[in-house]
């Protein structure tokens, strides 16, 4: 399968080829976008790679239909949050979840290691969450609120690390960054508090 990381985006509109690759070129990144799907229709799957490759990501398009993929995965996503701590983190995204209405794939592949290729994959999302909104969910670490910080674990107990975070505190969200390899930093994180010690943001 691969490691992915995703847009859950809330608004429908499709971002085009050509605004994705002017992100691209306003990050002075050297990777391409290629795509065979281009048109009135939209696109479906775009490849990122460098110029001369190997390929960086492949990047897929899956509308919040039912009996699609798109709905098959946010369906998943709904049911997984309940078993993930902070209890507070998993009560919001419930609720917020069913507002997404298209998920953007981005499957990380070996160029991602060569150069640029890792900022390349960041621009790309970064442009596509620009546009559709929402939130962020990685593969291994878990889901983000929609100003981009972590709120929910899902991270391996060996995780290490600096990594911004959120938790909620009265319904608003109080950012900050901790030490994922700090067990009392975790523990208190996981239970929904703001952990000591930590820098707010």
């Known amino acids: 399968m691969g490691y992915r990381i995703r847009v859950l985006g809330i608004r429908e509109e499709q971002p085009e080829v050509g605004y994705l690759r002017e992100a691209l070129e306003g990050?002075?990144?050297s990777a391409v976008l290629r795509t065979e799907t281009e048109g009135d229709g939209g696109w479906e799957q775009l490849?990122?790679?460098?110029?001369?490759?190997?390929?960086?990501a492949l990047v897929e398009y899956n509308p919040v239909i039912n009996g699609e993929?798109?709905?098959?995965?946010?369906?998943?996503?709904?049911?997984e949050v309940e078993d993930y701590k902070p209890a507070s983190a998993a009560k919001w995204l419930k609720k917020y979840?069913?507002?997404?209405?298209?998920?953007?794939?981005?499957?990380?592949?070996?160029?991602?290691?060569?150069?640029?290729?890792w900022d390349a994959v960041h621009t790309i999302q970064s442009a596509i969450w620009t546009r559709s909104n929402g939130i962020l969910q990685s593969d291994g670490e878990g889901l983000t609120n929609e100003d981009g910080y972590h709120i929910l674990w899902q991270f391996s107990d060996k995780a290490v690390g600096k990594w911004n975070m959120a938790v909620l505190e009265e319904g608003s969200w109080v950012?900050?960054?901790?030490?994922?390899?700090?067990?009392?930093q975790r523990e208190e994180?996981?239970?929904?508090?703001?952990p000591r010690g930590v820098r707010r943001l």
């Open 27 to 29: 990050s002075k990144n």
């Open 47 to 56: 490849i990122l790679t460098h110029p001369k490759g190997p390929e960086i």
């Open 69 to 79: 993929l798109g709905n098959d995965e946010l369906e998943e996503f709904v049911a």
């Open 97 to 117: 979840l069913p507002r997404v209405r298209v998920i953007y794939a981005l499957q990380v592949l070996s160029g991602a290691e060569v150069g640029d290729g």
């Open 175 to 184: 950012r900050f960054e901790m030490d994922l390899g700090d067990r009392n």
């Open 189 to 194: 994180f996981l239970e929904g508090r703001l």
